[in-house]
Structures are given as structure tokens and as C-alpha cells.
């Protein structure tokens, strides 16, 4: 019941281990130097600092039976391209090269939705869809596209690994805060005046947590399965967190264009000469489109929990609030 966990300090990462510790398997944490430590605070965990891309990592996983390879460079900046393949494709490669060498059973490959793609026009597609790599919008997608490629052959060369694709999570712990606590945060600081009128799935990070381990306990080696919950409108996500919190929710969209021209001269023109850009340009071609998705194989399949939305909702933005990321 030993465990070697990657990303363990993230937001997926830290629901994840704290489920394990509570069902009873020991936890063995790889961490970066530079990593916050917040998240594993307390926590009955074997922390050891390194490297995806060590090639000696294999000697950190001997004597665990399983891996969870959660960790993953996330970034939608143009900058980043390097990155993103170096951690996230490269550093797969590596990961599941050393589970093989450690003898690990069972891994369970932490993919996204980003690596499915998107339907046309808003349409709900599930794990049987596939957009063609270069129809994939920015480097971060193609990046956990190769990513999961890397994971299907060593599924497809004889090792146990099984892939799962978390859509747009919500609860506590959001420390870095990911793109949807991003949201959130904006809502609660009066940043978000207007919105785009696109759409996600969402799903209660504990639930992500828990198809993890069902995964491990009852997934297919070389299947892949979309750990999602509900779609809503980016309308139908703030007037929830209106509900909730008794603030107002935006009621005007912006067209696509006004963000994307933003975006342009931020990376393009403004970025090159020093200054920070402020939104992403990857980001804005992202939501442009709708990202839907049906996640009834892993319910069917692995028993994925469908919690309450609202309550997640509810337990993010109090967390945010307490942990000071709100004045």
C-alpha cells in the first residue's frame, strides 16, 4: 500500500494524497526544491526533493507499489513552450521509464480534458473524441496531448497505466490558484466587470481526488477517462458564486476580439520590451470555444462521485476568503 506521488503540493495533488492517507496507504511525496510546502503541511507524508527529468529517479519510487504522476507544468504564456515539453512531455517519458525500473505495478497518468480537445460549436464530447494535434489551441494542450501519448505506449508495451483527464476543478487548496480558482478570485475581488460568453465542466475537487484512486483500484490499462461533472455556461458559474456570496454577477459579455487584441500587443509587442503580460493570449483563443464534456464511463466504469457544484463553489470561496486572498 505504499504510494509514490508526483504534484503532491498542487491542488489536485493535495486532495489526492490527503484521500490516500485516509484510506489507509502510505504516501511518498517527489517535490522540487523551489516547491510550496503549504499544501503538505502535517501531513504523515515522506517528502523527497527532485527532478521528472532525473534519471536516477527510479531509486526514489523502489519499494512503492504504485504511482500517481500528477505533476505537471501548467502555463498558457507563449514564453513557456520549452517548458511545457520539457516537463510535461519529456518528464512523463522519465517518470514512467523509472516506474518501470522500480518495478511499480500500477500508475495512473494525470491528464486533462486539454488533451481531448473540444467539440464544434459547444458540443459534448467524451473519451472516443480526439482533436488532431495541431487543431489543439496553444502548447500547453499539445504539450498534455504528447504527454498522454507517452502514457499510452507504456500501456501499450506492457506496463499498468491508466489515464484520467480532470476537467476544471473547485474547492480548497487552490494555492497558485489554477484557471478556475482564477475566476473565482476575480469574482470576490470585483475584477471581472464583463465575460465572455463561453462555457466548461466543472467537477468538486475531492471528486478529481477519488477517481484517482478508482482508477488505480478498477480502471483499464490504456484507457483514459474524463474525471468531469457538469457543464455550465461561464454566465451560469458566476450567478451561482452571485447566490452564494451575495455579490453581483457581471451581466454584460465582451466580444472575442477585445481580449484577443489585448492579449496580442500584451505578448507580442509589450512583453518583448519588459513588461508582465497580463492575459494570456493561449488563454483568450482557449475560451472562445466552449470545452464540454460527458464523463458518464468513469461514473459507469469506475463509481466517479458527482458531488454538489454549489458546495464546492462554497468551499473555494471560503477558503480564498480565509487564507487572505481577499481584502
Known amino acids: 500500500m505504499r504510494v509514490f506521488v508526483t504534484g503532491g ?20 511525496a517527489l517535490v522540487r526544491p523551489s516547491s510550496n510546502l503549504e499544501n503538505l503541511r502535517c501531513l504523515d507524508v515522506e517528502i523527497v526533493q527532485g527532478d521528472l527529468n532525473d534519471p536516477n529517479l ?19 504564456w507563449q514564453k513557456d513552450q520549452e517548458l511545457l ?36 460549436s459547444g458540443q459534448i464530447v467524451d473519451e472516443t473524441h480526439q482533436s488532431p494535434l495541431e487543431k489543439l489551441v ?11 501519448q507517452e502514457a499510452m505506449q507504456a500501456a501499450a508495451t506492457g506496463q499498468e497505466v491508466v489515464v484520467v483527464n480532470p476537467s476544471s476543478p473547485i474547492g480548497a487548496l487552490d494555492i497558485k490558484p ?36 478508482l482508477a488505480l483500484q478498477r480502471g483499464k490499462s490504456g484507457d483514459r477517462y474524463i474525471l468531469g461533472h457538469q457543464n455550465l455556461t461561464l454566465k451560469q458559474l458566476l450567478e451561482e458564486l452571485a447566490e ?27 512583453a518583448p520590451l519588459g513588461k508582465s503580460p497580463s492575459v ?38 471560503y477558503w480564498f476568503i480565509s487564507r487572505g486572498y481577499v481584502k
Request: proline content about 4%; aromatic content about 10%; charged content about 20%.
Open 9 to 28: 503540493t498542487g491542488f489536485i495533488g493535495a486532495h489526492l494524497v490527503r484521500l490516500l492517507l485516509q484510506q489507509g496507504y502510505t504516501v511518498k
Open 58 to 76: 527510479w531509486k526514489q519510487m523502489e519499494g512503492c507499489r504504485y504511482l500517481f504522476h500528477v505533476a505537471a507544468h501548467y502555463s498558457l
Open 85 to 120: 515539453y520539457r516537463h510535461n512531455v519529456l518528464g512523463t517519458r522519465n517518470v514512467l521509464a523509472a516506474a518501470g525500473q522500480a518495478g511499480i505495478e500500477r500508475t495512473v497518468y494525470t491528464s486533462s480534458v486539454a488533451a481531448i480537445g473540444v467539440g464544434s
Open 138 to 148: 496553444g502548447d500547453y494542450k499539445k504539450s498534455k496531448f504528447l504527454a498522454e
Open 178 to 213: 489554477t484557471p478556475t480558482g482564477d475566476i473565482i478570485l476575480r469574482f470576490l475581488r470585483r475584477q471581472m466587470p464583463v465575460y465572455l460568453d463561453t462555457g466548461l465542466n466543472f467537477i468538486d475537487v475531492q471528486d478529481v481526488a477519488w477517481g484517482h484512486l
Open 244 to 270: 452564494i456570496t451575495g455579490l453581483s454577477a457581471p451581466q454584460r459579455t465582451v466580444p472575442a476580439w477585445l481580449p484577443l487584441s489585448v492579449a496580442w500587443i500584451d505578448e507580442k509587442i509589450l
Open 280 to 317: 494570456p493570449l493561449d488563454g483568450v483563443r482557449m475560451a472562445k470555444q466552449p470545452m464540454y464534456y460527458d464523463a458518464s464511463k468513469a461514473v459507469r466504469e469506475l463509481g466517479l462521485p458527482q458531488s454538489s457544484l454549489n458546495a464546492a463553489l462554497k468551499e473555494a470561496v
